[in-house]
Nanobody
């Protein structure tokens, strides 16, 4: 069974930084492409960053502020978030890309105060 466990969220002031971690299990980690997703209150879940099997990264509007990375030995995916803005407030999730709909974890809450 594929599982994702996210951690590292918290409350931070605007301009601050956080590093999110995601532990993945139940799959051949190195064969998969992964994404970080987020869901703000009252909004749909959105994909913010993707990392390919080979380490190629793509971003949406967070480009230049967020960095996604992976560790195939630890079976972990990370999201370094810098220059945080109040609009980055959301629950952050990791999953494969495209996502596995029955494998969402609990996510980790990121709250950015102004």
């Amino acid at each position: 069974q594929v599982q994702f466990v996210e951690s590292g969220g918290g409350l931070v002031q605007a301009g601050g930084s956080l590093r999110l971690s995601c532990a993945a299990s139940g799959m051949t980690f190195s064969f998969n492409e992964f994404g970080w997703y987020r869901q703000a209150p009252g909004k749909q879940r959105e994909l913010v960053a993707v990392i390919s099997r080979g380490g190629t990264t793509t971003y949406d509007s967070v480009k230049g502020r967020f960095t996604i990375s992976r560790d195939n030995v630890k079976k972990a995916v990370y999201l370094q978030m810098n220059s945080l803005k109040p609009e980055d407030t959301a629950v952050y999730y990791c999953n494969t890309s495209p996502y596995l709909k029955d494998s969402w974890g609990q996510g980790t809450q990121v709250t950015v105060s102004s």
